[in-house]
């Protein structure tokens, strides 16, 4: 008997029915390899050769599969796909897929079929609602895996115990989460395999809710929601749009294609050139109160400024994004910190550092109310309208720039409505920082800079600035991270 990592070998084979196939034994007889972790003598030739013939490279001592041909030839599924995801440095990479009881859960089985193409193997687990709507069966057809039920199984204990199944993973991705889901999790309930797993894990944690809009909007489930957030799990969705029960409005599961995403998004995090560093990015507008019901804002819909935190968590950076408020979800794999006022957003970016990047761009508010009233200030018949004093907000990019424990590399961005190289340059000497992304936001370009989709821009780094055409603003985030990135490597 040889000791090995034989999940890893079997998907590296294609499945289980390979294994059996190749040894001319049933399944069984492989279930007892799995439960021992171990490989008859007379196996290790015919599963070197069968697994070198899929492409892969395997340690003849160890068992151990140590790359793919693919991966370092540059061209091809292995490279391109393996950088992002699933054969990270030719490794193969495990998730763990835990279905909630919800509509949606036939969505999981997708979600299942296209992490594999992406060679990962999924290992799937369901809790007793989610046998309602789709059958371990199906699960475990389409994962070439056991599909794990049940807590207190002899049989699955025997194979995997739980505590395994929970740590031998690199994410644990739960699809649909539940708001009854959320809600054990939320409270560390333990009380079957899938709320056990997620107490016993020491992998990342992502979930995909899917609920009907009024469950998600309640606030027994946004407190379980921050509960969540707050100790690192992260999110995808849910969307906004239809949902099974006839409703319309957020609670819809993300996109099977999106969640496939955000999961190679994590997996390959530790692979970018931002690997180690911790960025922090400030999105969105501040909301500056008047009285309790009247407030002070900007437009800003947050929508570059969450994509620059995609996009550096993309690179492989730990991502804090302090946000004021936006009706954009949380871009996946990022820590997400929700403010209101920029004297906020200041204590939540000074409280995330260190930092070895800043990127502000949010639209802070320049000035706030002096002394915004705890109670509304009434319309007075006859008397003329309040006068409101505004106090300077502190500017936070500033603030980075000159702080003691400054990040070594400081982002802002500029509005500009004329000489946008003139302006921007200025802007960077007063600011002290490193780089400024400036936009023309008057005339041809500015008219549709503010919530659109796209944005032309100019990079300034010191002396030296690129001009940038109109392009998506997640195509900009990609550029900004990607010279981020260079400038760390
Ligand atoms: O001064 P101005 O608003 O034009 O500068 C824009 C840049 O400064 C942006 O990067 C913005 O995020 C940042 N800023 C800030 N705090 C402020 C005002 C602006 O971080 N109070």
């Not at 992502?206 to 509960?227: K, S």
């Not at 106090?391 to 409505?417: M, Y």
């Not at 004329?418 to 780089?435: F, T």
Request: net charge negative; charged share 20%; glycine share 10%.
């Amino acid at each position: 008997m040889k000791n090995c990592d034989l999940s890893t070998i079997i998907t590296a084979l294609g499945g289980r029915q390979a294994l059996q196939d190749l040894l001319g034994v049933g399944p069984s007889a492989v279930s007892n390899y799995l439960a021992r972790g171990t490989l008859p003598q007379r196996a290790l030739g015919p599963v070197c050769e069968a697994v070198r013939a899929r492409g892969y490279h395997i340690d003849p001592a160890s068992l151990e599969i140590i790359g793919h041909q693919d991966a370092g030839a540059g061209a091809g599924r292995g490279m391109r796909e393996g950088m992002r995801g699933g054969m990270r440095g030719g490794m193969l990479r495990r998730v763990l897929l835990i279905v909630g009881g919800g509509i949606a859960a036939y969505k999981a089985l997708e979600v299942a079929r296209r992490l594999q193409d992406h060679d990962i193997t999924v290992t799937g687990v369901m809790t007793g609602g989610a046998q309602q709507f789709i059958t371990p069966l199906s699960l475990s057809a389409l994962t070439g895996e056991k599909a794990y039920t049940d807590l207190f199984s002899l049989t699955d204990e025997a194979e995997m115990g739980h505590i395994r199944l929970a740590r031998e993973t690199d994410l644990v991705l739960v699809v649909p989460a539940t708001a009854n889901l959320m809600a054990r999790a939320a409270h560390g309930l333990a009380d079957d395999l899938a709320t056990t797993i997620l107490l016993a894990t020491t992998a990342p944690v992502m979930i995909a809710p899917a609920m009907n809009q009024a469950m998600w909007g309640h606030p027994a489930t946004q407190e379980n929601l921050a509960r969540l957030r707050a100790r690192g799990i992260l999110t995808i969705g849910p969307d906004d749009g239809g949902m099974a029960c006839g409703e319309e409005g957020t609670g819809r599961l993300s996109d099977p294609q999106e969640i496939v995403a955000a999961v190679l998004d994590q997996l390959g995090r530790g692979d970018g050139a931002l690997s180690g560093r911790h960025a922090l990015v400030t999105s969105g507008p501040t909301v500056e109160p008047i009285d309790p019901v009247r407030f002070i804002a900007n437009r800003s819909s947050g929508k570059q400024g969450h994509a620059i935190a995609a996009a550096l968590a993309r690179q492989g950076a730990r991502v804090t994004l302090v946000s004021g408020p936006v009706t954009l979800p949380p871009p996946p794999a990022v820590d997400l910190v929700e403010v209101e006022t920029a004297r906020q957003m200041l204590a939540a970016c000074e409280a995330a550092l260190p930092a070895d990047i800043a990127v502000c761009a949010a639209a802070v508010a320049d000035w706030h109310v002096a002394d915004a009233g705890a109670s509304k200030m009434k319309k007075q018949e006859g008397a003329p309208p309040p006068a409101l004093a505004l106090t300077e907000n502190p500017d936070i990019l500033k603030t980075l720039s000159t702080h003691a424990d400054r990040p070594r590399l400081v982002v802002g961005f500029a509005a500009e409505t004329e000489s946008l190289y003139e302006n921007a340059a200025a802007k960077l000497g007063r600011k002290g920082c490193d780089w400024i992304v400036a936009n023309q936001v008057a005339g041809d370009e500015g008219d549709t800079v503010f919530g659109s989709d796209s944005n032309a821009a100019m990079l300034l780094t010191g002396n030296e600035s690129e001009n940038w055409p109109r392009m998506p603003k997640a195509e900009i985030a990609d550029r900004l991270a990607s010279r981020i990135g260079a400038h760390f490597t």
